[in-house]
């Protein structure tokens, strides 16, 4: 073949390419089989069961963290697969996690779904202490959006594999609710929240507060004090944390719960909660 021949055989196979590439375009579509599998790898999602899951690791969070944490991971997965062909089918990953939010909420609140839906709504929303409402997206929302690119000033959502790393710890600083540590004159930035896993309190007839254990045993001690003001949650600097926790540092100390929750503790009898301990 001569070199005037193979440059025309080339031109030739260009305009054919160029020819499949007018009718043709390409497909991006999301593996939603594999992305159930990552969600029953993070506990949202049971394939044995084909059902979402609540997620125990986050009943210890607050309402209004629960739910700003599924609405930022659904926002975050919307972002992500909204240029997939298959947009329509993979918002049933959406629902699935909406459902787990759901019972999420059920389980921190020991109550059935219906319960749920009666206090957090159909688009599950919240109140702040600050007044502000956070809630999932709508229903409404998630059924009108279509599949499409967005540009990059649209992504205002973080990723969200690190939400679930970031929301799941135990113990983990506070970006929202709480800003200082509870003890009384302590400046320290880095503040841990101590979470207290259960609330154990009676009021009788007169009005007094008796701290009891499910199967109604008196409880003490510092458990005893933080049920008494039902208290699930305590900010406390790093110092101070590993203080509260080795029992080197009581709350009696500086009285921290009158002075930074504002609570009427003059009904408590906190001497006598310690020594109860000593009576058990």
């Given amino acids: 073949m001569s070199e005037r021949e193979f440059a025309r055989a080339a031109e030739l196979l260009s305009l054919k390419t160029l020819d499949i590439t007018r009718s043709r375009r390409i497909s991006i579509r999301l593996d939603i089989k594999e992305f159930y599998s990552k969600l029953a790898n993070l506990g949202f999602f049971s394939p044995k069961r084909n059902s979402p899951l609540s997620v125990p690791r986050l009943i210890f969070l607050n309402d209004y963290e629960i739910i700003s944490f599924y609405n930022s991971l659904i926002r975050g997965y919307l972002n992500w697969f909204r240029c997939a062909d298959n947009f329509t089918s993979a918002k049933n990953i959406i629902w ?6 759901l019972k999420t909420l059920a389980r921190k609140h020991k109550k059935n779904l219906k319960w749920v839906l009666n206090i957090f709504t159909v688009n599950v929303s919240v109140k702040t202490p600050g007044g502000n409402k956070v809630s999932l997206p709508s229903i409404h929302e998630i059924t009108q959006l279509n599949s499409k690119f967005l540009l990059s000033d649209q992504l205002k959502q973080p990723d969200a594999d690190s939400l679930f790393k970031k929301y799941s710890l135990r113990l983990h600083s506070s970006r929202f609710l709480f800003s200082k540590c509870a003890v009384k004159d302590c400046c320290n930035t880095d503040i841990e929240i101590h979470h207290v896993k259960k609330l ?3 009021i009788d007839s007169s009005g007094k507060i008796n701290v009891l254990t499910s199967n109604n045993k008196r409880l003490s001690g510092i458990g005893a004090i933080l049920s ?7 900010p406390l600097c790093s110092f101070h944390h590993l203080e509260f926790e080795i029992g ?3 709350p ?10 504002k609570i009427d ?6 001497e006598e909660i310690f020594l109860g301990r000593q009576s058990n």
Avoid: E, G, P
């Fill in 265 to 270: 503790c003059s009904n408590l009898n906190f």
């Fill in 96 to 101: 699935s996690l909406r459902m787990s939010c």
């Fill in 248 to 250: 080197n540092y009581s």
């Fill in 228 to 234: 008494a003001v039902n208290r699930k949650q305590i």
């Fill in 200 to 202: 154990a309190r009676r």
């Fill in 252 to 261: 009696l100390d500086t009285d921290f719960i009158s002075k930074v929750y």
